[in-house]
């Protein structure tokens, strides 16, 4: 044993250390592909706060770096160990220590699954809107530390809406409690949001309070197919522009379409350049679904499949559900996640679809088109070298096509080491600066995830 | 002429800057009494981002205190004068930039009054909700300042929600972009919010994009009489339990209900202990009405008052819109603003009665019900010194016991001034040292603002 692991192992339990490399392995990496990743000196699955805290304080001493991690779902490297690392999993700090259906919030641990706390939540008549598609295993902590999304977010927001206040470990060990269980509160600087997306580079969460919601009514949705991206991009707009606000509204290209039909499942119609697909779960449902009906058809629609109840409205939504497991059948993937105002979202897919021809490549696209979240998946063979770079050049127009049209290089996915060199781009280098001196006021001997977000 | 307005007037249009005692001293507080004021050496009016740059370039230059004002209709002294300082007084930049329905959002100056944006945005089929009292005269900078609140915070949420991104030029002079156009983005640490409620201690806002929603229906609202603050307390609690989510959850307290009928004009039941008025704004609202009048006499309303339509609610409402002017009537007022967790709302009233008998003083609160936001008034005789002391010590202890709570000293107003002790009680020492540094980190100086917020 090294001095790092008997220090540690002072202040853990036993099997709360791990450092046989074969089990270190399998924590060097979320699932983000092509980022690289160290190998960990050691994993520590720590129990409490004050374990959790002896390793920081252990990390400090010894200037080691801490990488923390969640369920490693993560698509930007964020979780990445670096060489000689502590990984610190949060994992099996998984207590749902609250569940308060007249404040509307629950206090968790970090390592509670999205979907446990969903179910919880339900079981109180409550809901935790953020969705991301990997709900079923990824963390809370994870969800804050990359500031989490999902297809919730038109109607519902992202994570950083619902984290009322953090227990967090500093790289020196104290314990700082930010934010308020009160449904107000504008006492002191707001770091809890500050923390929210620094994807660990800050501190690390040990408690979360959370805003929950009343669970709304069953999701009442329809599709529409469109002739072109653009005709979708303008129905879309003036969905919003006429006041509607949907629980969903996704858009599929035609390229996502085709391989959730050769998945073999769907059905849908080879001619669709761009399905859209747009939910309400509101009382006026029904109604507000034929209205945005008869808005798809004006703007072009070739056919509007309105459900009928809620289980044909799930068979719609799962076209959406198979699009990324289809796309993936396709080759090697690099999934982008570039947001622009919803204006723009036409020219963004055009221009995707462009950049795609240009490079010989083919890239399916899902959008969060409520939010002009799109989801570019560029798909390559990764045994062919050129192939490759050209798969990493079109990855990179489509951000740089993203910040042209007003966007960001991330709408819920974060930086992580993905699109760290892309950060600067997008924010300029004032921000750059603050960014990087507040990194340092929280951490000052640089071992919180270091190389990771900025 | 000194040395700084010299200095000052070399960058600016003439008229923009003003030294005259007679002028200056309007501009040395804000709305909050009891809070010490200083004289300004000179009141800059800037039209420009370049006029705001070159202001706070001449003041790092010379070290002179700039203190950024909105309206000054803010109630914790943050925008207060301290002596020899720069007043930068936000008003003249007002322009609305943009007013975007499709993509939901306005881009504003800083100076734009709130109603203002809130007439322009309903032009639009839109709404920009939060709504404080002083809505006809505040101004957006203030509003971000402050992180103000309003009526609207149980269903709407406040300011600092509806902030996406700022420009604000800091206090080298400096401008620095925060944020985004799109409805979501993780791109960096999140500075806007950092921002928001930040009492011009970090940087002056001169752009903000904001987030809108289409406009609601008009709301429909009940009253309901209660017995006791534990009774209406009870029925908040229910209310929000059984998934009902109101447009505005106000309670009154018997001091206020007496006081608004003391102005003549409501014929409120003086035998009321609390007031609840409960407003629905969703296509259901009649149901929901209905349905929320039910458990308000469950929980031992002695009368519900529902109205049948938008004239009648208006009616209702105005007894809330009353209460502030009626309770000043009553002697000079300290007004506090302590929230808690919402199922503490009934203690917190009972807590401020027993303050307000064991000092010998009158008390009367309103409240945010929903959002568990109490202001409790304390009314006194600002010449008599010894009772003065009293309303003092009835204010602090206010604080006290919404803290024991587990509240915050402050839901919406700020810290300013007013509070500035007590915000080390509720943040701890953990959190005052980082705030301090992040403080440090945008303003080494020391200024901004200085003395104000933390």
Known sequence: MSDLTDRLAEGLPP????VDPDVTAAYRHDMADFCPAGT?????????????QHVLRTATALRVPVVPQGARTGLSGAANAVDGCIVLSMVKMNRILELDPVNRLAVVEPGVVNAELSRAAAASGLVYPPDPSSWESCTIGGNIGTGAGGLCCVKYGVTSEYVLGLDVVLADGRLLSTGRRTAKGVAGYDLTRLLVGSEGTLGVVV????????????QLALAAEFPSAAAAGAAVCEVMARGFTPSLMELMDAVSVRAVNDLGRMGLPESTQALLLVAFDGPDRAAE?????????????SEVVPAEDQAESELLLEARRQALPALDRLGTTMIDDVAVPRSRLAEMLDGVAAIAERHGLTIGVVSHAGDGNTHPIVIFDAADAEQSARAQRSFDEIMALGLELGGTITGEHGVGLLKREWLARELGPVAMD?????????DPLGILNPGKAI
């Open 15 to 18: 099997g709360a250390l791990a």
């Open 40 to 52: 960990p000196a050691v994993v520590v699955f720590p129990e409490t706060v004050e374990q959790v």
């Open 207 to 218: 408690r979360a309070v959370l805003a929950l919601r009343p669970a709304p009514a069953p």
């Open 289 to 301: 679904l034929a209205a945005v009906g008869e808005l798809c058809r004006a703007a072009g629609a």
């Open 434 to 442: 603050l960014q990087r001196q507040l990194k340092a006021v929280f």
